[in-house]
């Protein structure tokens, strides 16, 4: 089936889109260094939650070069809390290779863009379209969810012809607009109005929407089946020496959350509490009532808290590194956010 987009559904997206959209810290920036890290703070992460973010990146690390100058353990600190941190470590490989291989010259054609460590297909569209004004479609979930219901698209999202179908939807809709305002007032619309439970009646493209005139809005877009994220449990321990200093170590440089600190934990999948407290002449002294949890992409933790003694001297090869720091110290350190929780209702933190 084929979809054709018009200049009347352009004109009048773009018309609302300087209407009603939200002031952003990045919005109207062209500089595409600070569009690159506001897009790669926001995929899978709420805008009220970025802001923040961005604002002290940006305070901390004004200029591209300060990003390559800093060492990964400052990088992985400031994303602290924002989770995903690949995001990061991408950011400060993509700064090294832009200031050592490219003299700093951040480039502006799509091809040159994607040879930067850690810069897809949808970083690359955005960074040339909103940065150079140059005719990429960026295309997001939010993006999707419109396309879907406005021209009726039965096609599974996860699906390469549902894809491919909706770039070239919004890649038409370039030829009417400037190509960086008419991306976001696209995403913008998806944001704001076109929610996974929409307000219809504020959509300034109701009349054109085949989904609100056959009364179906709620089916599209069509997503597959989604499984269950499983439940993995565990224990998290305080364990402090004679000078009152906590134990923390660092995870390691390949698989999940590589160069965080943590405390010591286990994963009673891989190592049950009583093997794990044996092998590392661990003493229980107390439980917590609360419990650490978190929610990751693919499945979620929940973490019981025990203070513990340790009664010889520490060494795991699970973990790269480890070190005794004052409770004052802690935050210094970059940490997942589960451990920061258990911080906090252990009361190590303020």
């Known amino acids: 089936m084929t979809y054709n987009m018009t200049s009347d559904i352009v004109h009048a997206l773009v018309e609302w889109f300087h209407r ?5 810290p990045w919005r109207g920036e062209t500089d595409p260094y600070k569009i690159w890290v506001s897009e790669v703070m926001l995929q899978q992460t709420q805008v009220t939650t970025v802001i923040p973010y961005y604002e002290r990146w940006i305070d901390t690390f004004p ?3 300060h990003v390559a100058e800093s060492s990964l353990q400052d990088i992985l600190k400031m994303w602290e809390g924002l989770g995903y941190y690949t995001r990061a470590r991408n950011l400060y490989r993509g700064a090294v290779y832009i200031v050592n291989v490219l003299k700093g010259n951040f480039p502006e054609s799509r091809e040159e863009l994607l040879k930067i460590p850690g810069i897809g297909p949808y970083t690359s569209a955005a960074i040339a379209s909103i940065a150079f004004n140059q005719p990429y479609g960026v295309v997001d979930g939010n993006v999707s969810r419109v396309m879907a219901r406005l021209y009726l698209i039965g096609e599974i999202t996860s699906s390469s012809r549902f894809k491919e179908t909706v770039t070239n939807l919004v890649n038409q809709s370039l030829q009417w607009g400037a190509p960086r305002w008419v991306n976001q007032a696209w995403m913008e619309l998806g944001a ?5 439970k929409p307000a219809c009646s504020a959509c300034p493209l109701q ?5 609100r005139q056959h009364l179906c809005v709620e089916n599209f877009p069509v997503k597959p089946n989604r499984k269950k994220s499983p439940v993995r449990e565990g224990a998290i321990f305080i ?3 004679p000078k009152k200093e906590i134990l923390l170590v660092q995870r390691r440089e390949s698989g999940l959350l ?6 010591p934990n286990t994963l009673y999948d891989e190592q049950p509490l009583a093997d794990f407290t044996m092998a590392n002449d661990l003493l229980l002294d107390r ?3 609360i419990k650490a949890e978190h929610t990751y992409s693919h499945f979620k933790v929940i973490f019981e ?3 513990a003694t340790l009664h010889s001297d520490w060494w795991n090869d699970y973990w790269d590194d480890f070190r005794w720091v004052h409770p004052n110290e802690l935050k210094s350190y970059p940490r997942p956010k589960v451990h920061i929780k258990a911080m906090r209702i252990a009361g190590l933190l303020s």
């Open 20 to 24: 009603e959209k939200r002031i952003m």
């Open 63 to 65: 200029k591209l070069s």
């Open 192 to 196: 704001l109005v076109c929610t996974p």
């Open 207 to 211: 009349s054109f929407c085949e989904a």
């Open 239 to 241: 364990i402090q020496n």
């Open 258 to 263: 590589p160069g965080l600190w943590e405390l």
């Open 287 to 289: 439980s917590y009532i």
């Open 305 to 307: 808290l025990f203070d």
